[in-house]
């Protein structure tokens, strides 16, 4: 072989070696849910992100289903790989306070560093803030609005709850669920119980059975048209007027 049929192979491999690929088609873009037109369910998972978390997120992740996770800033800070997996899959994200006092019982700056320690945690471990806020126990009052409305946040509370922090038992998790599902349900849950985490595939199935969509809470609350520092569902006595 000649130098020069040589040299215009070697630039003829040159040339597609560099060649740029071609582009892939961009996946569909999933519509989001319209909790208006179809049934929808918000879970919940209050104090983590917990020991479990991951295995919760994998089970999330195959059945499709959001969530929405109220995150203690202490196990944010010791846990970020699972915060920055949450926002990746796209669940939602609360701040419930840093290390679970009873805000009604704690002045207003002690709720603020509370808070704001936790906002910071979070954009630290997954470049997010949250918008929503529920605070320890579910106990509000207007110092709490009051710091809500500073960060820009409604206070999210629930229509029921599993009760799984008090059987820690897998059966009654799951019935307890189930009985309470209804069309835009936001449900307490807990991501540090083990029997939560190891219920959670039934009860997707169930849910999603009984043609429920598993949504996050924005997307329940979304014609509710909160505003910073509003609670919902409202508690008894209270208003958001």
């Not at 109220?70 to 196990?75: I, K, P, V």
Request: proline share 7%; glycine share 6%.
């Amino acid at each position: 072989m000649s130098r020069q049929v040589s040299s215009l192979l070697a630039i003829a491999v040159v040339c597609v070696t560099l060649a740029p690929a071609p582009a892939l088609a961009a996946a569909p873009k999933k519509a989001p849910v319209d909790c208006s037109k179809v049934k929808c369910i918000a879970l919940t998972f209050d104090d983590g992100p917990g020991q479990y978390a991951g295995t919760l997120l994998d089970t999330l992740k195959k059945y499709n289903a959001k969530a929405t996770f109220f995150l203690e800033g202490q196990y944010v800070k010791s846990r970020p790989a699972f915060v920055k997996r949450m926002v990746a899959e796209g669940h939602e994200l609360g701040n419930h306070s840093y290390t679970h006092p009873d805000f009604t019982k704690k002045e207003i700056w002690d709720i603020r560093a509370e808070v704001k320690k936790t906002q910071d945690e979070v954009k630290k471990a997954a470049g997010v803030e949250p918008k929503l806020m529920r605070p320890p126990y579910g106990l509000t009052n207007l110092p709490i609005s009051d710091v809500a409305t500073e960060f820009g946040m409604p206070i999210i509370l629930w229509t029921a709850g599993s009760e799984d922090w008090a059987s820690k038992d897998v059966e009654k998790i799951k019935k307890q669920t189930m009985a309470v599902a209804k069309q835009d349900s936001i449900i307490l849950m807990h991501d540090w119980v083990k029997q939560t985490v190891e219920a959670m595939p039934a009860i997707v199935q169930s849910l999603q059975k009984k043609g429920y969509h598993l949504v996050t809470v924005s997307d329940v609350i979304k014609g509710e048209e909160l505003k910073p520092g509003d609670a919902f569902p409202v508690p008894q006595g209270w208003s958001n007027q």
